[in-house]
């Protein structure tokens, strides 16, 4: 359930509130976080096959 809610946030499919744009600074932010989640897997991702390499 959780993997789902972060790969629909992951995806750039947002629902807009009609009438309303999203602001410059509110679509940087969820950049810089959608960059950031994915840094972090890749992280995981490297400390995992680093264990398993050192077995």
Do not use: D
């Not at 750039?12 to 950049?31: C, D, I, P, T, W």
Request: aromatic residues 14%; glycine residues 4%; hydrophobic residues 55%.
């Amino acid at each position: 359930m959780i993997f789902k809610k972060i790969m629909s946030y992951l995806t750039f499919k947002k629902q807009v509130e009609q009438g309303q744009k999203a602001s410059f600074n509110l679509r940087a932010m969820h950049g810089m976080n959608r960059i950031s989640i994915l840094m972090f897997f890749v992280a995981i991702i490297v400390m995992i096959f680093k264990i398993i390499k050192s077995f």
